[in-house]
């Protein structure tokens, strides 16, 4: 799916946006998209183009000479670099990346370095082994961001709420989110609903 939106498809969401409001066009762009930016910044974007196709016409649309993602750097020859390279000058320059890992407050935890061991890569970065392991071990995730939004509708509506109808009230709002990985979110931040279980009848 392409990252940026074709001249056809932005004027679609602009004509939404102008016809049928802002919520409208959100949702439209967001079936399109299928990422999650913040409403904010997506109704500022889209605010920003329909002022700029007013003003500037089909023009604004046209990619601009320098625009668009750089060439990708071409690091083939660097196989070579390193043949050519004497011991001394491979040692000089480990010391001197070695230092530099050290010298970084947010230092890295050389996930990408595969050959190295975990007890090597501690010693490179001047670290206790636990300290890297405890670092190691913190994730981020996706949707944390839903977090007080989730909790808000949740507890506004006496948490009897399930995931999919906050799912349903999130789209209302241009945030699109899969029912089930909305579940799991749930259970993750203890919003457990408290729906009334069924009497069961008597047998008699």
């Known amino acids: 799916m ?12 602009i004509e939404i946006y102008k016809e049928q409001g802002m919520n409208d066009a959100v949702k439209w762009y967001l079936k399109i998209r299928k990422h999650n930016p913040t409403l904010r910044e997506l109704r500022r974007w889209i605010r920003k183009k329909a002022k700029l196709l007013d003003n500037l016409g089909m023009e604004t649309f046209k990619s601009k000479k320098g625009s668009g993602r750089p060439n990708k750097r071409d690091d ?7 043949n050519d ?7 000089e320059i ?8 050290r010298n970084k407050k947010e230092k890295e935890n050389l996930n990408t370095f595969d050959t190295l061991s975990k ?15 405890k ?12 977090r007080k939004k989730v909790t808000d509708i949740f507890k506004k509506n006496n948490k009897i709420l399930g995931s999919k109808r906050i799912t349903v009230e999130l789209a209302e709002e241009g945030i699109i989110i899969d029912e089930r990985t ?23």
């Not at 007890?119 to 392991?133: C, D, F, N, Q, S």
């Open 2 to 13: 392409p990252k940026q939106l074709t001249k056809e498809q932005w004027i679609n969401v």
């Open 119 to 133: 007890p090597l890569k501690a010693k490179i970065l001047g670290m206790h082994r636990t300290t890297m392991y």
């Open 182 to 204: 909305l579940r799991n979110y749930m259970v993750r931040w203890n919003l457990v609903c408290l729906t009334r279980q069924k009497k069961k009848k008597n047998g008699k």
């Open 76 to 82: 083939s020859d660097i196989p070579q670099i390193i």
């Open 135 to 146: 670092k190691a071990v913190v994730r981020k995730y996706k949707f944390d961001y839903l």
């Open 85 to 91: 390279l004497t011991e001394e000058q491979k040692n």
């Open 94 to 101: 480990l010391e001197h990346w070695i230092k530099e890992q």
